[in-house]
C-alpha cells in the first residue's frame, strides 16, 4: 500500500512526461536535449517504478 502511494506521489512535468513517452518508443538521448540533470534523473526513476 506504502508503494502506491509513493508512485502517486512522484509527477513528472509536461515536458519530462513527453520525453519519457518519446524515449519508450525510440531509445534516442535527442528526447533528453534541454532537460536539465534532475529531469533526465526523474525520468530514469519514472521508468524504474513502471518496470519499463
Known amino acids: 500500500m506504502q ?3 509513493d508512485q502517486s506521489a512522484f509527477t513528472l512535468t509536461e515536458a519530462e512526461q513527453t520525453a519519457y ?3 519508450k518508443s525510440d531509445l534516442s538521448e535527442r528526447h533528453l536535449q534541454g532537460l536539465s540533470p534532475v529531469s533526465v534523473a526523474k525520468i530514469d526513476i519514472q521508468a524504474a ?3 519499463e
Do not use: G, P, S
Request: proline share 0%; aromatic share 0%.
Open 49 to 51: 517504478l513502471d518496470k
Open 3 to 5: 508503494d502506491e502511494a
Open 21 to 23: 513517452e518519446n524515449i
